[in-house]
């Protein structure tokens, strides 16, 4: 079997002590838009609701405006959703890796070609 080689790009922005974004909490972002729900989208990438609400508690407190909103009501008792900050905020990481990965494609290629085939 031979393997492919990936390239990933993990890109951290900090504020302090604590990671305001980066490559998991942009993934978890997504899987809110999608589900909106933070329960939901915690089983989707496979974590406790625990550790999604304390991400998003995270960014919610790094950002100037809060990145998740929770939404109250409804049959199944509320969700969540990405604020306008939040959509901007992944956005943004997602065209900033869009950016280095263009910016770093020949130097990329050259460092393949050293991998083993």
């Known amino acids: ?9 993990r890109l951290r922005v900090s504020l302090g002590d604590d990671i305001a974004v980066g490559p998991g909490k942009v993934d978890l972002l997504e899987a809110i838009a999608r589900n909106g729900s933070i329960t939901a ?3 989707e990438l496979g974590m406790s609701y625990r550790r999604a609400w304390l991400l998003v ?3 919610n407190r790094c950002f100037r405006l809060p990145v998740v909103e929770a939404e109250t009501g409804g049959k199944r008792g509320g969700g969540a959703r990405l604020t306008a900050s939040g959509e901007d905020a992944v956005r943004l990481y997602r065209g900033i890796e869009l950016s280095a990965s263009r910016a770093a494609r020949n130097d990329i ?5 050293l991998l083993r085939a």
């Open 1 to 9: 079997m031979v393997a492919r080689s990936r390239v990933q790009f």
């Open 41 to 43: 989208a915690a089983r």
């Open 57 to 59: 508690d995270t960014m």
């Open 109 to 113: 290629r050259a460092l393949i070609r």
